[in-house]
């Protein structure tokens, strides 16, 4: 399980000369970012209070309070943003957050351990669970659908998998 902070978008470097900065949400609803101020830094040290001005390509504009040039905008590439898990919405039974998949155990329809989630990717055709184990030359990316993973457990802190056949020899 996740701490209590969520990672929600980027910083993606200056727009303009005024100290604006491109934003990249990573959001489902992408505007959705500017909701969830204030937002901090991976490591917490900063707070940024993010006001999005437009949209533009790949992301958004956006004023940080305290930011006014394009020096110091330019000095926030690529920090990461984190919102409190408070300010995020609830999701239905079926969906989670990529962070809160993150460390459970993969048992197989048997009981049989596979391993762990290490990473969830996500190359445009769906989420991926990238699995580690001590039997496993390799890591496995299985695939997060339900006809393969037909049981999250989030408060037992595991998975229950039924991989394609082979995919964990």
Request: proline share 5%; net charge negative; charged share 25%.
């Amino acid at each position: 399980m996740s701490d209590t902070r969520i990672i929600v978008g980027a910083i993606a470097g200056a727009f303009g000369v005024h100290g604006e900065v491109r934003i990249k949400s990573f959001c489902s609803d992408p505007e959705a970012i500017g909701d969830y101020a204030p937002l901090t830094s991976e490591d917490g040290t900063q707070t940024f209070e993010l006001t999005l001005t437009r949209a533009i390509k790949n992301g958004f504009a956006a004023e940080i309070e305290g930011v006014d040039s394009k020096e110091e905008a330019d000095a926030l590439k690529g920090v990461t943003l984190f919102a409190d898990r408070d300010a995020l919405p609830s999701l239905p039974d079926d969906e989670y957050y990529h962070a809160d998949l993150i460390g459970l155990t993969v048992l197989d329809t048997g009981g049989t351990e596979l391993g762990q989630v290490r990473n969830v990717l996500n190359h445009g055709a769906g989420d991926l669970l990238e699995v580690h184990g001590s039997g496993l030359k390799a890591p496995v990316l299985l695939p997060f659908t339900m006809a393969n993973v037909p049981t999250v457990d989030l408060a037992a802190g595991r998975i229950i998998a039924d991989p394609p056949e082979g995919l964990f020899e």
